[in-house]
């Protein structure tokens, strides 16, 4: 049965107002399992990356104060300069538009949306989950998987109260751009949609172990079906526009990337084949 979008139980790790980005002409998603290399379609954004109660805290005077936090703070905001950084490019491109895309204040917040995704993912929930296995002693109380979500809300909140200063200043300190495709090679999403690499010499990538601080750092985050922005190093010395279009090989390869980085699930406009290799 399908959750409804004010189930104060359901929440997204992925918002549904990003995933609405991703959207076919139905307003409809389609999506691949990693596990069992199964493509699905016709899923609607508020039914996919979601868990039951993914950020209560039940020990708290109001248990879902945080999932509350998080969209009138964060989600609300971020999603809005996504759309409002879109609509420009859409105006661009009709040759309606000549200034900026976006302003130092929206690079900042884009830098936020994706230090956000990062720290609370259902990936990043499985790791501390994993983590708190060290630290139980049988006939304890708390069990790990219970010991590893208070760790990982715990988290969460910190950066919350800090308003994702450290941690979007860390990824806002690197240059932004933004590439575009077509509908007929739509850039792909996923449960887990940041994904940070580090670009060696000779413009290769090497997947993971990048310091969000590192000169050499690749940080590509989907913004929509046609639009991903970019955040890059100083490796790359050479000057670029603030928009371009890219060739269907280079949306293949970024497609990759974030088959290989997702967590459990990717996401895009048009149907999957029937295997990804």
């Known amino acids: 049965m399908a959750r409804q979008q004010n189930d104060a139980h359901w ?17 409809t998603l389609c999506g691949y399992r990693k596990s069992t290399n199964m493509p699905f379609q016709f ?10 109660e993914f950020h209560t805290l039940p020990l708290r005077p109001n248990p879902v104060e945080l ?30 538009q000549w200034g900026p895309l976006f302003t130092p ?4 917040s884009l830098a936020k949306f994706a230090a956000l995704q990062l720290v609370r993912s259902n ?21 790990a998987p219970e010991m590893g979500k208070l760790a990982h809300l715990q988290l969460l909140e910190k950066h919350m109260d800090d308003q994702f200063e450290w941690f979007g200043n ?30 060696a010499e000779g413009g290769k990538v ?10 050499h750092l690749e940080l590509y985050l989907p913004l929509s079906w046609d639009v991903m922005a970019i955040f890059v190093g100083q490796h790359l010395t ?24 997702a967590h459990e699930t990717v996401f895009s406009c048009n149907p999957f084949p029937p295997q990804i290799t």
């Open 105 to 108: 204040e929206e690079h900042l």
């Open 67 to 96: 999932e509350k936090r998080l969209d009138r703070e964060f989600e609300r905001p971020m999603i809005r300069t996504i759309n409002t950084v879109l609509a420009r490019v859409r105006l661009r491109q009709a040759g309606l």
């Open 123 to 143: 990936r990043m929930r499985e790791e501390t989950q994993g983590r708190a296995l060290q630290y139980i002693t049988p006939g304890v109380t708390l069990e």
């Open 206 to 215: 090497t997947w993971g172990g990048v310091g969000l601080r590192d000169d």
């Open 238 to 261: 050479r000057r670029f526009p603030d928009l371009m279009h890219t060739r269907s090989d280079i949306v293949a390869e970024r497609n990759r990337l974030t088959f290989a980085t």
């Open 11 to 27: 929440h997204h790790y992925v918002p549904i107002g990003y995933l609405k980005n991703f959207t076919n002409m139905q307003g």
């Open 43 to 52: 899923a609607k954004p508020r039914d996919v990356a979601a868990a039951e």
């Open 170 to 199: 860390t990824i806002g300190r690197h240059r932004l751009a933004l590439i575009s495709t077509t509908r007929s090679h739509p850039f792909w999403t996923s449960d887990d949609p940041v994904t940070v690499t580090r670009g």
